[in-house]
């Protein structure tokens, strides 16, 4: 296979997770395979191409940006880069429904926050913390209130 191919059978399985975790029920064995399985057949990847390809790029490194970008120079370090995104974005995905589910969050206000999520990562995360931190804020004033 080409690493073109490793690349579309990671960003797939990724999507069909992440198409799971906001369109299907929170079934336990959905949950735990959003949550581990998947994140960790990536992670399991990631660790492969890391252990492979990392050590062999001329003037790689994390010590600055330049150095960075030579380490994601080639194909199979560029799709570990990839496949990392992937699975710690999914992971955090994953946490974020927990946790949402757990805050009694509609499933239509999760939706938009995982799919900023799927999209931008941090982006999602920001977006939900500060959701959970006004929920908790307006049920402690509620309580106060009562």
């Not at 927990?98 to 799919?115: H, K, M, T, Y």
């Amino acid at each position: 296979m080409t690493w073109e191919h490793w690349f579309s059978l990671a960003s797939t399985a990724a999507a069909a997770g992440w198409a799971a975790l906001i369109l299907l029920p929170r079934w336990t064995w959905l949950r735990l395979t959003l949550r581990y399985a998947l994140p960790g057949a990536l992670a399991t990847a990631y660790t492969a191409l890391v252990m492979v390809h990392f050590f062999h790029v001329e003037g790689g490194g994390f010590n600055s940006l330049a150095q960075v970008k030579a380490l994601l120079s080639t194909e199979p370090t560029l799709l570990a880069g990839w496949v990392h995104y992937l699975a710690f974005d999914l992971f955090v995905g994953g946490w974020i429904a927990e946790r949402a589910d757990a805050l009694g969050l509609s499933r239509l206000l999760q939706a938009p926050i995982l799919v900023l999520t799927f999209l931008f990562g941090p982006v999602g995360y920001l977006v939900f913390i500060a959701t959970e931190a006004a929920l908790i804020s307006s049920r402690m004033t509620q309580e106060v209130t009562s």
